[in-house]
């Protein structure tokens, strides 16, 4: 009887699911327009790929730290791989039309890099992470994601003051002969981690590869509807800074905030800002996966020390204004860096990691953890 009457409820709370993610489409479709619309269903497809198919950027980082375990890097590697193909000739060929994500290297680039990769590995979530992981309901996200939002807003506020300490060029492959150097140096950084790799870890799981499929697909689909690579820390800055001038803050003090583009954004609707409406996606892609299974979103509140609290609060703060400095995230400057030939791209990768490898040694002092 019991299993009788869960049935047909599970069934109706999916179609429920289906029916809302649709609605919602169908609403910024109509509010905004079909690009719009477009965008928050590839932001859907983001949040349900990343949840569904366990596809992450911290976890497998510390994966490889702790266990000497590469697969979900080689499945990072493998996405950025399929993206670089087909995005270097389309930008190539599509000049103003679409753009990457390009930017320079400058010691706050390195140090928001390192410092990023600390916090996330204390929040265990990146910039599309932690949107995951507080969309399923996990705790420490959804305590850690306004504190992003704000260090994003934060952190853009004094971009400039930082970006004045000196940068190099930006630099850049492009084309055809750009995409054929990455996918060298993708081959190098995946056969790097095959000789750190313990012997029983060398191997990638099936479910990796489709989630990487997907994601590269989804990115591609990413730059074809909006004209730029996949992004998420500049959505979440929007928000505070969007919450920030409601209150009546004066943002013209700040070079970043001032910008007539930027101005701009700040008076349109979040649901006309791609990266906002990817991130959004993100957030609601994750919840519909967390839902539509059996335990749902049963997620309890851990039994954690005030310290750990706090660390979470800190390290998401910390997260938003350290990748402001470092012109992203493990998406924006990792993911779409590289993928689109910014060099930056790989000095983030290795800030990053080192500063990761910090992070995932503080978690228990912290109190996130029992043990390492």
Avoid at 8 to 25: D, K, N, S, T, Y
Avoid at 54 to 64: I, V
Avoid at 128 to 141: K, Q, W
Avoid at 143 to 152: C, E, K, R, W, Y
Wanted: glycine letters at 14%; aromatic letters at 12%; proline letters at 5%.
């Amino acid at each position: 009887m019991t299993g009788g009457a869960v049935a047909p409820r599970r069934v109706f709370q999916r179609g429920g699911l289906i029916m809302a993610a649709v609605f919602a489409v169908l609403a910024v479709t109509l509010f905004a327009g079909l690009r719009f619309g477009l965008m928050l269903t590839i932001g859907l497809g983001f949040g349900i790929a990343l949840e569904g198919l366990r596809f992450g950027f911290a976890g497998p980082w510390r994966a490889m730290i702790l266990r000497r375990d590469p697969a979900g890097i080689w499945a990072q590697l493998l996405a950025i791989g399929v993206v670089t193909m087909f995005a270097l000739p389309l930008i190539a060929s599509n000049p103003g039309e679409l753009n990457g994500a390009r930017a320079p290297v400058g010691f706050a680039m390195v140090a928001g890099a390192f410092i990023f990769g600390i916090a996330m590995q204390v929040v265990l979530g990146c910039g599309s992470g932690t949107l995951v992981n507080a969309g399923s309901g996990n705790p420490v996200s959804l305590v850690a994601l306004p504190f992003f939002a704000i260090g994003s807003f934060a952190g853009a506020y004094h971009l400039f003051w930082w970006t004045d300490l000196g940068t190099l060029p930006v630099l850049n492959l492009a084309g055809w002969s750009g995409a054929g150097v990455t996918l060298a140096l993708l081959a190098a950084a995946a056969l790097l981690f095959w000789t750190l790799a313990a012997p029983e870890n060398r191997r990638l799981p099936r479910r990796l590869v489709i989630a990487a499929l997907v994601l590269a697909a989804l990115a591609v689909l990413n730059l074809v509807v909006s004209g730029q690579p996949w992004g998420v820390v500049y959505g979440l800055g929007l928000w505070a800074a969007k919450a920030a001038v409601a209150g009546g803050a004066d943002l013209s003090g700040s070079a970043f905030w001032a910008a007539p583009a930027t101005v701009e954004r700040l008076k349109a609707s979040v649901l006309t800002d791609y990266t906002s409406l990817t991130d959004i996606g993100i957030i609601l892609g994750a919840f519909f996966v967390a839902s539509w299974r059996a335990g749902g979103l049963s997620q309890r509140l851990p039994k954690l020390p005030p310290r750990a609290w706090v660390a979470a609060i800190v390290a998401g703060f910390l997260l938003g204004y350290s990748s402001r400095l470092a012109f992203g995230c493990n998406v924006g400057a990792y993911f779409s860096g590289i993928a689109t030939g910014s060099l930056h791209g790989w000095v983030w990768f290795a800030a990053a990691f080192g500063g990761s490898v910090i992070g995932v040694r503080l978690r228990p002092a912290l109190g996130l953890e029992a043990r390492a």
